[in-house]
């Protein structure tokens, strides 16, 4: 009888060690921009991101390109385009990739934000089908190589788009000078 119990207790502080490592393991990590965020601002901005997680019936065809310092233009051929709706995360996140000059789309998706991608076709073309109505950020990284130096622009673009519009937008920028 005393084996018993014995074993009866071991399972039980088996399953509650379980218990607590899985909730522990499921329990929220640090957020990715370095800031925290508590219930009202987490509520708030599934808010902002709400008319965005349904489908549309807007279009956006665009094209991506690059104005080299000697005026050539450069494609942006085979490149990721980001499409996410304006929201104060999404402000954030494209502020720092200004001041950083790097972006990712994945510190959006980790923050559950709305984030469409694509890829160019060899024009730089891109297309962004069954949108909600609603303002968006258009993101894409330009390759570019001129005088035996090279580097990667970041276009930033802003559109508001209405729910059943078609719109064409260019997406282009200038390097200002070879570094």
Same mark, same amino acid.
């Given at each position: 009888?005393?084996?018993?119990?014995?074993?009866?207790?071991? #399972?039980?502080?088996?399953?509650?060690? =379980?218990?607590?490592?899985?909730?522990?393991?499921?329990?929220?990590?640090?957020?990715? &921009?370095?800031?925290?965020?508590?219930?009202?601002?987490?509520?708030?901005?599934?808010?902002?991101?709400? $008319?965005? #997680?349904?489908?549309?019936?807007?279009?956006?065809?665009? #094209?991506?390109?690059?104005?080299?310092?000697?005026?050539?233009?450069?494609?942006?051929?085979?490149?990721?385009?980001?499409?996410?709706?304006?929201?104060?995360?999404?402000?954030?996140?494209? +502020?720092?990739?200004?001041?950083?000059?790097?972006?990712?789309?994945?510190?959006?998706?980790?923050?559950?934000?709305?984030?469409?991608?694509? #890829?160019?076709? +060899?024009? /730089?073309? &891109?297309? &962004?089908?069954?949108? $909600?109505?609603?303002?968006?950020?258009?993101?894409? /990284?330009?390759?570019?190589?001129?005088?035996?130096?090279?580097? =990667?622009?970041?276009?930033? /673009?802003?559109?508001?788009?209405?729910?059943?519009?078609?719109?064409? &937008?260019?997406?282009? /920028?200038?390097?200002?000078?070879?570094?």
């Amino acid at each position: 009888m005393r084996i018993q119990m014995s074993v009866r207790r071991f #399972r039980l502080l088996l399953l509650a060690l =379980t218990a607590l490592t899985t909730l522990g393991a499921c329990a929220p990590r640090g957020p990715t &921009f370095g800031f925290k965020r508590d219930a009202d601002e987490t509520r708030r901005l599934a808010g902002e991101y709400a $008319p965005y #997680r349904q489908k549309g019936y807007a279009t956006i065809n665009g #094209r991506a390109y690059l104005q080299t310092p000697t005026g050539q233009a450069m494609n942006a051929v085979y490149q990721s385009v980001d499409l996410t709706p304006v929201t104060s995360l999404s402000q954030q996140a494209i +502020d720092e990739g200004i001041k950083t000059g790097e972006w990712s789309a994945s510190s959006l998706a980790k923050e559950h934000a709305v984030v469409w991608q694509t #890829r160019t076709d +060899d024009q /730089g073309n &891109f297309d &962004f089908n069954a949108l $909600p109505g609603g303002e968006y950020f258009i993101i894409c /990284g330009v390759p570019w190589s001129e005088g035996g130096k090279s580097g =990667t622009t970041i276009l930033v /673009g802003r559109t508001h788009l209405a729910p059943t519009e078609q719109q064409d &937008f260019v997406l282009t /920028g200038v390097v200002a000078s070879a570094p």
